[in-house]
């Protein structure tokens, strides 16, 4: 026997999903507006269905479905040029909107993307067989640095990531190494993005570039997420 899964997932309205799919290069195999609105999109072999729900509010929706790709690297550009020609911009705040792509505590490699419907796709790669998540660190910088990741890029919470790294910042013990501030003020910046605080975005960018002036060539070479993650606060 073969079996599979298929998530069925709601939204308000079909037409904003499926363009939003449309543009990620997925293609719709199936639209029905009656008797029940629904919808199936597939991109090789992701299938996703959708169902309307004209009460449903998107901005409330806690639906989430995991995606497993064994390259997520290439998926994440490709999903950012796709948005980039649908919208002129790649979202990255409100609704829809992408995450960036980086190594989680969890041994996965992962980006999130959030639908027009509030429907969330976890889709990552594995890097390591024990996927349990790593403890937190001991030193001050590197644990807030580990926590605040955490409520960014997999709870989707920035303001409470913000309010992590400001009260590591603010700690009497000076600066931290440069690659690991570097990291926590790319982080920052990026938060201020999503959080739509452009003068802060823009402050904590500059103090993060001051910073990779200052990087040797291999430290730079660790960090080419959060170099990525700064350049797109920039587009």
Known sequence: ??????????????????????ALGFEVTLHQTSPNPYAVVQRGAVQLHFFGMKKYDPGASYSTCLVRTDDVDALHAAFQEGLRSAYGRVPTRGLPRIGPVGDTSHGVRQFLVTDPG??????GQPIRADQRHRPSPEEPFAKALHHAALFADSHEDPAAAAR??????????????????????????????????????????RRAERVAAELTEDERESVLDDLKRLADVLL
């Open 1 to 22: 026997m073969v079996e599979s899964t298929v998530p069925i997932l709601p939204c308000q309205t079909l037409p904003p999903v499926l363009e939003f799919y449309t």
């Open 118 to 123: 509030g429907n969330c796709l976890r889709i």
């Open 164 to 205: 992590v790294l400001d009260r590591a910042l603010a700690l009497p013990d000076g600066p931290p190494a440069p690659v690991l501030l570097f990291r926590i003020l790319a982080l920052r910046a990026d938060l201020a993005h999503r959080l739509a605080d452009g003068a802060s975005a823009e402050a904590f960018t």
